[in-house]
């Protein structure tokens, strides 16, 4: 038996793998050698360990984590399969908000930072009826649109009228876990079984129009919390955005979004 198997640099070589990476995929539970000698500390690998080594250095190739290529090579066939494919999403997804970066770099470094007019006004009392939903900050625009195809039912089903736009709730601070809240403004005294309802104060707020994809966003909120900060303001939560235009009615270069910041008098 021992003839039959490789010393870690003879594997490394055959695997085209460094002996440091086979230490760590050993240390991390991924590919074990054979046989450990008690006194020496060698390690010996078994010629067949060759296709888990190749296969697991193939998937770090691809930014795989250790912990998901751990996950794959446990996995039957069937699960295997479940497993690449969810990384496969998340990278897509990764790649969709690189691509909006890019974006929005490039429209930074064509022509600074764009001119949006910020104004004062004073915002009425609403009252929307919301669907709520808690989120990391990537994961915003898939459960804004999980909110928007759960409240819309349910408001049509209920045979309650309601008042476009449909409105985003969000926190002043996006990170970590959050909840937002989509919401439509509803008749007072209407209520139905699956709905919150939410009265949102009127009084003074900072506003500006945002025209572009929602990943551009930022640009827009740049603008509106520098002149909130520049004025001497205090922001408020929830943040408010009123979708004038959505995805449904024109291209994403087209979109239209309101943009509504409580805020008070004095800096905190």
Same mark, same amino acid.
């Given at each position: 038996m021992q003839d039959e198997l490789l010393t870690i640099g003879r594997f490394a070589r055959l695997c085209r793998l460094s002996v440091k990476? +086979?230490?760590?995929?050993?240390?991390?539970?991924? +590919?074990? =050698?054979?046989?450990?000698?008690?006194?020496?500390?060698?390690?010996?690998?078994a010629p067949e360990q060759a296709r888990d080594a190749l296969t697991i250095a193939l998937l770090r190739e691809m930014d795989l984590p250790l912990a998901v290529?751990?996950?794959? +090579?446990?996995?039957?066939p069937e699960h295997w399969a479940q497993i690449l494919r969810a990384e496969r999403d998340r990278l897509a997804e990764r790649i969709s908000r690189d691509r909006a970066r890019l974006e929005m770099l490039e429209r930074l470094a064509e022509g600074g930072l764009p001119g949006y007019e910020v104004t004062m006004s004073r915002e009425p009392e609403r009252r929307l009826a919301v669907v709520r939903a808690v989120c990391a900050p990537a994961e915003i625009g898939e459960k804004v649109e999980d909110c928007v195809g759960r409240l819309l039912p349910v408001l049509g089903r209920a045979g309650i009228a309601w008042e476009p736009p449909l409105w985003g709730l969000y926190p002043l601070d996006l990170?970590?876990?959050?909840?937002?809240?989509?919401?439509?403004?509803?008749?007072?005294?209407v209520g139905t079984p699956g709905l919150e309802f939410e009265a949102l104060p009127g009084g003074l707020v900072a506003e500006t129009v945002h025209i572009g994809p929602y990943a551009q966003l930022p640009l827009a909120y740049n603008a509106l919390f520098a002149a909130i900060h520049e004025r001497g303001l205090r922001p408020q939560a929830p943040v408010r955005e009123a979708y004038l235009v959505g =995805?449904?009615?024109?291209?994403?270069?087209?979109?239209?979004?309101? +943009?509504?910041? =409580?805020?008070?008098?004095?800096?905190?």
């Open positions: 990476q +086979l230490r760590h995929y050993d240390e991390m539970g991924l +590919l074990a =050698p054979v046989r450990v000698d008690a006194n020496s500390g060698y390690r010996y690998y290529i751990a996950q794959a +090579l446990a996995a039957e990170e970590g876990r959050m909840e937002i809240a989509v919401g439509a403004q509803t008749p007072q005294g =995805p449904a009615e024109a291209p994403q270069e087209e979109l239209m979004t309101r +943009l509504i910041i =409580p805020v008070q008098e004095g800096m905190a």
